[in-house]
């Protein structure tokens, strides 16, 4: 027997897609903000972990807009609304956990190496 939802979240839909690109914006805007100061090398936060309170905020973001995005896609195509739930948590949270660590990790070695360490086309 298929399932059929009578009222599919297009708005839900929307609505995490609009979430995620209004909070990727933010991010982006942040992490241009925190390379210029990692370029500047000034005193206060030369060596510190300094990024991390202000990424955050609009990571979590994007990961709950994804999230959001996923189930209701699901939803859509006809998964049970738990199964659509469990399969989109999961997946978003363990992507944007593994995205989180590969992104401190970029940022940590840039903090070590200096900006000029990422610039591929002077590598021989």
């Not at 060596?47 to 955050?56: A, E, P």
């Not at 990961?63 to 209701?72: D, E, K, N, Q, R």
């Amino acid at each position: 027997m298929y399932y059929y939802p009578l009222h599919p979240p297009y708005f839900l839909l929307a609505v995490g897609l609009f979430v995620a690109l209004t909070s990727g914006a933010a991010l982006s805007g942040t992490l241009k903000l925190i390379m210029q100061k990692l370029q500047l090398k000034s005193a206060e936060n030369f060596g510190s972990r300094f990024w991390i309170k202000k990424l955050f905020v609009p990571f979590l973001g994007i990961a709950g807009g994804v999230c959001l995005f996923l189930t209701s896609g699901f939803e859509i195509f006809g998964f049970p609304p738990f199964l659509a739930y469990i399969i989109g948590v999961t997946v978003s949270l363990l992507t944007s956990v593994l995205v989180w660590l590969q992104l401190g990790s970029m940022l940590a070695f840039i903090e070590r190496q200096g900006t000029a360490s990422l610039d591929l086309d002077s590598m021989p």
